[in-house]
C-alpha cells in the first residue's frame, strides 16, 4: 500500500520560499507519476506540478511556472516541491499524490491520480 508523509508547510510572507517535502512508503517513487496539488477555501483541488516516472518531464500551472518547481529523490523516495516568490493568492492546503504509471511526459490533471497525502498548510500572509 503506497503511502505519504507530508512535511514543510507554514506561514510566510510575501515573497518568501518554503519547500514542501512527500515521503513515501510501500512503492519505489521511480514507476509513479507524481504530482502536487493544492485546495483553498471555497474553491476545486487545482494541479499545481507533476513530474513522470523517472523525472525525465515536468509541467507546471500557468499560475506558478517559473516560482515553483518540483523534483524528485529516488534515493530518499522522496518528492519535492520548491516554492519562491510566493503570493498571498498561493495560500492553500498543499497534497502530493502520485498513480503508478510509466511514460515520458505526466499530468496536472487529478482524476487519475490514485493515491494522496494528508495536506499541509500553506499561508502567506504579512
Known amino acids: 500500500q503506497l503511502q505519504f508523509v507530508e512535511s514543510g508547510g507554514g506561514l510566510v510572507q510575501p515573497g518568501g520560499s518554503l519547500r514542501l517535502s512527500c515521503a513515501a512508503s510501500?512503492?519505489?517513487?521511480?514507476?509513479?507519476?507524481i504530482g502536487w496539488f493544492r485546495q483553498a477555501p471555497g474553491k476545486e483541488r487545482e494541479g499545481v506540478a507533476c513530474?513522470?516516472?523517472?523525472?525525465?518531464?515536468?509541467n507546471y500551472a500557468d499560475s506558478v511556472k517559473g516560482r515553483f518547481t518540483i523534483s524528485a529523490d529516488n534515493s530518499k523516495n522522496t518528492m519535492y516541491l520548491q516554492m519562491n516568490s510566493l503570493k498571498p493568492e498561493d495560500t492553500a492546503v498543499y497534497y502530493c499524490?502520485?498513480?503508478?504509471?510509466?511514460?515520458?511526459?505526466?499530468?496536472?490533471?487529478?482524476?487519475?491520480?490514485?493515491?494522496w497525502g494528508q495536506g499541509t498548510q500553506v499561508t502567506v500572509s504579512s
Open positions: 513530474i513522470s516516472s523517472g523525472g525525465g518531464s515536468t
Open positions: 510501500g512503492f519505489t517513487l521511480d514507476y509513479l507519476e
Open positions: 499524490a502520485a498513480f503508478p504509471f510509466r511514460r515520458s511526459w505526466c499530468t496536472t490533471s487529478r482524476g487519475l491520480y490514485q493515491y
